[in-house]
């Protein structure tokens, strides 16, 4: 082919281009396509430890793969945050978001046995503080879709169809909500954290033991893994744990071997 030929035709690869602006925080946000019409019949309602598993499972493979400093996953929904010198990919969009989704598709698919798949974006903050709020906004937003998804499944157990269900909670708040499931004898305060708030993932250090066949003795070695942590703290508590992890530094992070061990609940 010619060079002016193949010269054009890349030309018109139109979103090769765009870049993440340096210096900036990222997350990239994935989100599961038509994760409620495959869910239905799959996996019990209004929450389900296997699909809690699953999405872990994508949001680890993300955050290990692009060397994230922190994940939360809740529902059908994953953020992962890096750090202003972030620089994968050349922080080229398409590739990031492309890759991504990819990778969570992949993971979720094998891992379950069945296709699904999975949108990417990217969001960017200027300062700490904007990534705090995003994260205390996802987890809001948790909280919020986890009462009304109580609420709602609460009433279809109960015989009511869809459609009266959801006349019978739209333009309820909290109050309402709360109230409706403590008359069916279920305390939101009370269910599993991961379920209000999601499941959390970061970096943490570790001494691993091993043996120095040279000097025929026992030595340590610096190594790192990710942990998952069910039980997340809320409001001002979340805030300042997001705080101290936004504080790792990566290039001392990156230091260490990562342990891609199994790690359990």
């Given at each position: 082919?010619?060079?002016?030929?193949?010269?054009?035709?890349?030309?018109?690869?139109?979103?090769?281009?765009?870049?993440?602006?340096?210096?900036?925080?990222?997350?990239l946000r994935?989100?599961?396509?038509?994760?409620a019409?495959?869910?239905?019949?799959?996996?019990?309602?209004?929450?389900?430890?296997?699909?809690?598993?699953?999405?872990?499972?994508?949001?680890?493979?993300?955050?290990?793969?692009?060397?994230?400093?922190?994940?939360?996953?809740?529902?059908?929904?994953?953020?992962?945050?890096?750090?202003?010198?972030?620089?994968?990919?050349?922080?080229?969009?398409?590739?990031?978001?492309?890759?991504?989704?990819?990778?969570?598709?992949?993971?979720?698919?094998?891992?379950?046995?069945?296709?699904?798949?999975?949108?990417?974006?990217?969001?960017?903050?200027?300062?700490?503080?904007?990534?705090?709020?995003?994260?205390?906004?996802?987890?809001?937003?948790?909280?919020?879709?986890?009462?009304?998804?109580?609420?709602?499944?609460?009433?279809?157990?109960?015989?009511?169809?869809?459609?009266?269900?959801?006349?019978?909670?739209?333009?309820?708040?909290?109050?309402?909500?709360?109230?409706?499931?403590?008359?069916?004898?279920?305390?939101?305060?009370?269910l599993?954290?991961?379920?209000?708030?999601?499941?959390?993932?970061?970096?943490?250090?570790?001494?691993?033991?091993?043996?120095?066949?040279?000097?025929?003795e026992?030595?340590?070695?610096?190594?790192?893994?990710?942990?998952?942590?069910?039980?997340?703290?809320?409001?001002?508590?979340?805030?300042?744990?997001?705080?101290?992890l936004?504080?790792?530094?990566?290039?001392?992070?990156?230091?260490?071997?990562?342990?891609?061990?199994?790690?359990?609940?």
């Amino acid at each position: 082919m010619r060079k002016d030929t193949e010269a054009r035709m890349r030309e018109r690869e139109y979103f090769r281009r765009l870049r993440l602006f340096p210096g900036a925080w990222t997350v990239l946000r994935l989100d599961g396509r038509g994760f409620a019409r495959f869910t239905a019949g799959r996996f019990d309602k209004p929450f389900d430890i296997r699909l809690r598993d699953l999405m872990t499972a994508a949001a680890r493979s993300v955050m290990e793969e692009f060397q994230g400093l922190y994940a939360v996953t809740h529902s059908d929904e994953i953020s992962v945050v890096f750090p202003p010198k972030w620089n994968m990919f050349d922080r080229r969009l398409e590739k990031l978001v492309s890759i991504s989704a990819g990778l969570a598709s992949a993971i979720f698919t094998q891992a379950c046995g069945e296709a699904a798949h999975f949108d990417s974006r990217a969001w960017q903050g200027v300062s700490e503080q904007d990534v705090v709020d995003y994260i205390r906004w996802r987890q809001e937003q948790a909280a919020h879709c986890a009462l009304h998804s109580w609420c709602y499944w609460t009433l279809r157990q109960n015989g009511m169809d869809s459609e009266a269900v959801v006349q019978a909670l739209r333009g309820q708040g909290k109050a309402f909500q709360n109230e409706l499931l403590f008359q069916h004898g279920i305390n939101f305060n009370d269910l599993p954290a991961w379920q209000r708030r999601g499941v959390g993932l970061y970096w943490e250090s570790y001494q691993k033991a091993g043996f120095d066949p040279l000097r025929g003795e026992p030595v340590t070695a610096e190594r790192r893994r990710i942990r998952i942590d069910a039980e997340l703290p809320m409001a001002e508590a979340y805030e300042e744990f997001v705080r101290r992890l936004l504080c790792v530094e990566v290039s001392t992070a990156r230091k260490m071997h990562p342990d891609r061990s199994n790690e359990k609940f």
